[in-house]
């Protein structure tokens, strides 16, 4: 396998580089304060072709978009935001690529790819999260329409999508095998998108709580097939794995030069702090950590690219950038001092952020328990 | 309607550092006020006012970066007349003249003028060689009279001067005419597949040479740090004695 660039690869990616630095990084820290989500950074991603990157996926494989949205990662410092396009791209984008009808790909993808749609996805339940197939949200079929109740909780997106890929059980007695999933617009009868959840970091992604009450939806908006659900999300997961810390890669790299700089500028007893052992230490193990990070990614992104499996390889992906970004993050405030704990370094957010990626997309136990059983055990 | 559109590539001016003869940057550019003329283009032709953008710049093959960044922004197709020389502004006009001759736009729009040199008048003098009527330094344009005229609005120094030419003319943009727009991915996709024609001044049938040479090029003389003053009898006195300005 290869990684080097090809002109047009290295000239696509300063491309993204270039647009990201210049236009998505204005109140940030402003934002994060107060939860605010940046339409008009959404937007300009849109236009530039952020959530279009997976359609056509002519821009030279898969291992040029994961190395894309690494670049976004380091170019743009509001990790929110990214979060809510991953969200958009591996959970409404990737479901309707591969499952839609050409009737519903004809009605939302150009929309969700131009950036004037919003999409997520609504799987976990109060009751079933990491056990997400234990699902309670039930689709009836009366008619032409299905009718949904049920609840949802950490829904991405929630109150700001347009789209809404809904999981919910046709017959619970059929289990796994009874699991749909629903394209539900925004404003259907029945769907209450009730209080924005309050988060810890990724404060500019909005995420909530939505409500299914006897929520009609029109046959044709059922995605793949009846009981095709586990199926789709499943599918869905492995590539939302793979791909969803591409851009904390890129924010690793971002942490490390800021940290690098700063090492050599701050002096302490006379010298840079970067001459301290201790110190450079902490540099060189998040160096290490991103090097890693993002070999793990580009066999990701190669191995997909060549249509092998990559089961395995997603959950190890996950669970390996997590752990590293949150360590590169904590390390990266200790380097910085008391400095990396003030909001205005832009250090702590880093963390804050960090911390949310051994949670979603499956908990890091989860990505354990993957790859434990692919070994075997 | 198909508009020619002239482009110069030039040091990256957030990049750019002064040594011996010229300015010089890791990375080239598309002019800034080039940029403008191709955003303004597009727009036209969006607003279905034109049916084709052409694209010409005069250089190396390594401008074939700003070619493609011109064609990516949606330019349609390009000529890149092959000289590596450091032409002055009289020489580009003859052979963008060769140009126009070849291509037969019915308006150019080019940039009032390149930021490396700060000359201005490559679209005057063209504009003379034609024949054609101009509108420079311009803020905003529109067409008339089932597109055989055009009104424009000029910025100089009095205030805004509004005049209508007919075309073809050469326009010449200002800053303020728009902000150009971030080439998209797609749009860089697309720009692989369209064609850049590489033409010598043979080809086109001139042969220029520059009448004037740069000689050097240096940085303006560095201000000398200033010092505070107690009181303002002292800065009178510094003012009578040292700057010798009262």
Not at chain 1, 75 to 93: K, V, Y
Not at chain 1, 198 to 209: C, I, Q, V
Not at chain 1, 337 to 359: Q, W
Not at chain 2, 29 to 57: H, Y
């Amino acid at each position: 396998m290869d990684f080097a660039w090809s002109d047009q690869q290295r000239e696509l990616l300063n491309a993204v580089g270039r647009f990201a630095s210049q236009q998505l990084n204005y109140d940030v820290i402003e934002n994060d304060r107060e939860g605010i989500f940046n339409h008009e950074a959404w937007k300009k991603c849109g236009d530039f072709g952020i959530q279009g990157l997976l359609v056509p996926t002519d821009y030279g494989g898969l291992g040029t978009t994961v190395a894309a949205l690494e670049r976004l990662g380091y170019a743009c410092r509001d990790n929110g935001l990214l979060f809510s396009i991953n969200a958009h791209m591996w959970t409404a984008i990737i479901p309707l690529v591969y499952n839609g009808s050409e009737a519903q790909k004809k009605k939302y993808l150009p929309g969700l790819c131009n950036g004037t749609l919003i999409g997520g996805n609504a799987m976990s339940e109060p009751n079933s999260g990491s056990d997400a197939f234990s699902l309670t949200t039930t689709a009836i079929k009366k008619g032409s329409r299905y009718i949904l109740n049920g609840s949802k909780i950490f829904v991405t997106n929630g109150p700001i999508a347009d789209l809404l890929v809904v999981f919910a059980t046709v017959d619970k007695t059929r289990g796994t095998d009874g699991i749909s999933a629903f394209l539900v617009e925004k404003n259907s009868p029945g769907m209450n998108v009730a209080r924005k959840l309050e988060k810890m970091g990724l404060r500019t992604s909005p995420m909530a709580e939505v409500f299914f009450e006897n929520c009609e939806v029109p046959e044709e908006n059922l995605l793949g097939k009846e009981g095709g659900g586990a199926f789709l999300f499943t599918r869905s997961m492995t590539w939302e794995r793979g791909c969803i810390l591409a851009s904390a890669v890129g924010s690793m790299q971002r942490l490390l030069e800021t940290c690098i700089r700063y090492a050599n500028e701050r002096k302490q007893g006379g010298q840079s702090i970067g001459k301290y052992q201790l110190v450079a230490s902490k540099i060189v193990d998040m160096k290490v950590r991103v090097e890693s990070s993002r070999h793990m990614l580009y066999y990701y992104g190669w191995l997909s690219g060549h249509r092998k499996s990559v089961y395995l390889e997603a959950a190890m992906t996950k669970l390996h950038i997590a752990d590293c970004w949150v360590k590169c993050s904590e390390d990266a405030i200790q380097i910085h001092g008391g400095y990396g704990y003030m909001t205005e370094y832009e250090v702590e957010r880093e963390l804050r952020d960090a911390i949310a990626s051994k949670l979603y997309s499956g908990t890091s136990e989860i990505q354990r328990n993957i790859v434990a059983s692919m070994l075997g055990l | 309607m198909k508009i020619l559109v002239p482009f110069k590539s030039v040091p990256d001016p957030n990049d750019a550092t002064f040594a011996g003869e010229a300015a010089s940057a890791s990375k080239s550019v598309i002019n800034p006020f080039d940029e403008i003329a191709i955003e303004e283009a597009l727009r036209i032709r969006e607003r279905g006012e034109a049916t084709e953008i052409v694209g010409v710049t005069i250089g190396a093959p390594s401008v074939d970066e700003q070619i493609r960044a011109a064609l990516a922004m949606g330019v349609d197709r390009a000529i890149r007349i092959d000289d590596a020389r450091a032409l002055d502004p009289y020489a580009v006009a003859r052979i963008l003249r060769a140009v126009v001759e070849k291509e037969a736009p019915h308006v150019v729009i080019m940039g009032k003028q390149a930021v490396d040199d700060d000359s201005n008048q490559v679209g005057q003098i063209l504009a003379g060689l034609l024949g054609w009527p101009q509108a420079t330094f311009v803020s905003s344009i529109e067409f008339l009279d089932n597109k055989t005229r055009a009104r424009c609005t000029r910025e100089t120094d009095a205030g805004l001067e509004v005049v209508e030419l007919d075309l073809p003319a050469i326009i010449t943009t200002d800053l303020r005419l728009n902000e150009p727009r971030y080439v998209s991915l797609p749009g860089l996709i697309r720009a692989r597949r369209k064609p850049i024609e590489v033409l010598t001044c043979d080809q086109v049938g001139v042969n220029v040479r520059p009448l004037t040479t740069v000689l050097a090029v240096a940085r303006p003389p560095k201000r000398p740090a200033g010092t505070r003053v107690e009181s303002v009898e002292e800065l009178i006195t510094k003012l009578k004695q040292e700057a010798k300005v009262i």
